[in-house]
């Protein structure tokens, strides 16, 4: 569906996007994690046509959008990670201007706002002016602003910035049910519990380079980093140890009163039941589940959130 | 804790350098502007600029050639020979403040020691300027003829070549009503501009970039929003000064509407030649502010045109307020048919398919690049 090859893009002397390649296939939500300032926008607005490519190139739908930026914004709907919406007019107003620019006929468009607007939950809403909106409610409308014209592809930049939890469930509920019918969506964000949710395959970004790419689990078994749990005791001697590693058979590190075992929620239950019969007295226990977080951090050494 | 403040505040506001340029330079092209107006400028006192006057020789004496030259040599007139007829139609059109006529028997009179047969033909709404050129020519012929014993002798026959009529109106009136008007005009396209600023900051501009429409036509669609606001306020402000002073506006509407229209396209190209010449809001009202008081100084919103240096004169040309004060004197107060404002309107429409041309350029450059 869309096929991104070798493309680079610098501002001035910096390289923003430096020879990245993927796939996207059709009816995917393709995650492109990392933090701010990794180039997840300028790829977007290079994939929406706003933003000239410097080299290499982008294809949508088998379509080279360089010369033919006009039939591929036909495909694309782009949900900027500004509000982009006009305050001063009504939440219909808005999706009609914005639906008109696309020449969808008017009786047709008319009908493409109300399902919209049913699909983002704000159909009683429609006659309020944005700016009585609240934060999520302006996010929601400025999804639906991008999906008028049906396009085959979803651009979403960033798009439950600033708002409450609540508001972003109806989000994320929103883009699943657009995949479920279909949508091919890019996703890009530095939260990874979104990426998480959402995505079916991702691509994790860092200064503008793409470091690593697949699904969740692919790209957990390309780090070096295990799920484990960790026990502190009152009281851990070398005698205790050996005899927990003899009953239970997954890797441990002891350090000093704390026992790091290598092995999943699943297996805590045998774990507690091992300590107890040897007498030993459990004063913590922490689960570290390997996620995006410790994935990013371990290919990059930085936080997501840097 | 305002100490704190007051750094943050200079930090943001120096950080827009040419923002801060433009604010800087306003008051320096204001002072500069007003003291070449009020002939303030260098340390000695500047001289005058030549008047044009028009000068009909009837006489064709070597008495009224001798004085003609005599009139010439001075430096603040700048004579012009032309047929009566001509200069009739030269001041009636605008063009010349007045025209001097030497009457048949001029030598003789000046031998005799009898009346001047003298006429001045001129613009009622220029008399300030005529009263002016009429002394220098009272202190020539005082110095020249110095046994002409009185005064009232060297008494020019005051003759407008533009009769008041109870239809017309006062011509302080329409200078009032045109130069203000198309001054706040200007303002008020200024403002509209900084739309587009508004929609680049809330993000509407990029959401418009990614739609199907081509940048052009996102400047063309602000530019024809601007002249509509235009067309109204300036309807609106002729109707006011119908209703409250009496200006008739129904004189002449066909012309009235068209160089509306005209005026209204020439500003509103203004406002997006503004607004794709800055980048920021800071910058944009330091130049409107500059650009605004500097066409509406020289173009005669401020103050009449006659009043200003030749060289300040020769550039009110540039100035849409010029063009736009012109022509409706032309139709209020010279009362001159349709074909003789189209030249003033055709000008106006250039003005406005230039400031269009380069505002694309720089529309492409200032404010779709987002790089």
């Keep these: ?306 | 804790m305002i100490l704190k403040i007051l750094k943050k505040d200079l930090k943001v506001d120096f950080a827009d350098k040419r923002g801060i340029l433009l604010t800087l330079l306003l008051p320096i092209i204001l002072i500069t502007l007003f003291a070449f107006s009020f002939g303030g400028v260098g340390r000695k006192k500047r001289a005058p600029s030549p008047t044009t006057l028009l000068v009909v020789d009837q006489d064709s004496s070597k008495t009224s050639q001798d004085f003609i030259a005599q009139l010439d040599s001075l430096n603040t007139l700048r004579l012009i020979s032309k047929q009566e007829t001509e200069a009739v139609e030269l001041v009636q059109k605008g063009k010349n403040v007045a025209a001097l006529v030497f009457g048949k028997g001029f030598e003789e009179a000046v031998s005799n020691g009898g009346r001047l047969p003298l006429e001045i033909k001129y613009d009622v709404a220029r008399e300030l300027e005529t009263q002016m050129v009429l002394a220098v020519v009272r202190g020539r012929i005082m110095h020249s003829f110095g046994d002409i014993k009185a005064l009232s002798k060297v008494n020019v026959r005051m003759n407008s070549v533009i009769k008041e009529t109870t239809d017309k109106p006062n011509p302080g009136l329409v200078q009032a009503v045109a130069g203000t008007a198309i001054m706040m005009l200007l303002f008020s396209v200024a403002a509209i501009g900084g739309g587009m600023l508004d929609e680049k900051e809330s993000g509407t501009l990029k959401r418009l970039l990614i739609s199907p429409i081509k940048p052009i036509h996102i400047l063309l669609g602000k530019m024809g929003a601007a002249m509509v606001v235009s067309v109204v306020q300036l309807t609106f402000m002729f109707v006011f000064a119908w209703l409250a002073f009496g200006l008739p506006i129904f004189m002449d509407t066909t012309s009235l509407i068209l160089l509306i229209l005209c005026i209204s396209f020439a500003v509103s190209s203004f406002g997006v030649f503004l607004v794709s010449t800055v980048k920021t809001r800071q910058q944009l009202n330091g130049m409107s502010t500059i650009i605004i008081i500097l066409m509406s100084a020289i173009g005669g919103s401020m103050i009449p045109i006659s009043m200003m240096p030749a060289f300040m004169q020769d550039m009110a040309i540039f100035s849409v307020n010029y063009w736009g004060i012109q022509g409706f004197f032309d139709i209020f107060w010279r009362q001159l048919p349709l074909l003789e404002i189209v030249p003033k309107m055709l000008i106006l429409l250039a003005i406005g398919v230039g400031m269009t041309l380069i505002s694309i350029q720089l529309f492409k450059r200032n404010i779709v690049r987002l790089e």
């Design chain 1, 1 to 306: 569906m869309i096929q991104v090859t070798n493309l680079s893009k610098s501002f001035a002397n910096t390289k923003a996007v430096d020879d990245i390649n993927f796939e996207i296939k059709k009816g995917e939500i393709f995650g492109l994690l990392g933090p701010n300032g990794a180039g997840k926008s300028t790829i977007l607005n290079m994939m929406s046509t706003i933003l000239k490519i410097d080299s290499g190139a982008i294809s949508i739908d088998g379509l080279d959008v360089k010369p033919n930026s006009k039939e591929s914004k036909q495909l694309i709907g782009v949900v900027p990670q500004e509000i982009s919406l006009y305050e001063e007019l009504s939440a219909y107003e808005n999706l009609l201007f914005w639906g008109n620019l696309y020449g969808i006929p008017s009786k047709e468009l008319k009908e493409r706002i109300n399902s919209t607007l049913e699909l983002i939950g704000l159909s009683d809403r429609k006659k309020d002016l944005i700016k009585t909106y609240s934060g999520g409610m302006k996010r929601r409308i400025n999804i639906a602003a991008a999906l008028l014209h049906d396009p085959k592809i979803l651009l979403m930049d960033e798009p439950t910035v600033g708002i409450d939890p609540q508001s972003r469930n109806r989000i994320f509920e929103v883009v699943e049910t657009l995949n479920k019918q279909g949508m091919t969506i890019v996703y890009t964000t530095h939260y990874m519990e979104e990426v998480e949710r959402l995505c079916n395959r991702i691509a994790i970004i860092d200064s503008g380079k793409i470091i690593a790419q697949g699904t969740q689990s692919e790209l957990q078994e390309l780090v070096n980093v295990k799920e484990n749990v960790q026990l502190e005791f009152d009281f851990l001697s070398e005698d205790q140890v050996a005899s927990l590693r003899k009953s239970l058979s997954y890797p441990m590190i002891q350090k000093e009163k704390t026992l790091i075992i290598e092995s999943t929620i699943k297996e805590l239950s045998g774990i507690i039941a091992a300590c107890n019969q040897l007498g030993l007295m459990i004063n913590d226990i922490q689960l570290q589940k390997v996620n995006l977080e410790t994935i990013f951090l371990s290919l990059t050494g930085k936080q997501l959130r840097d």
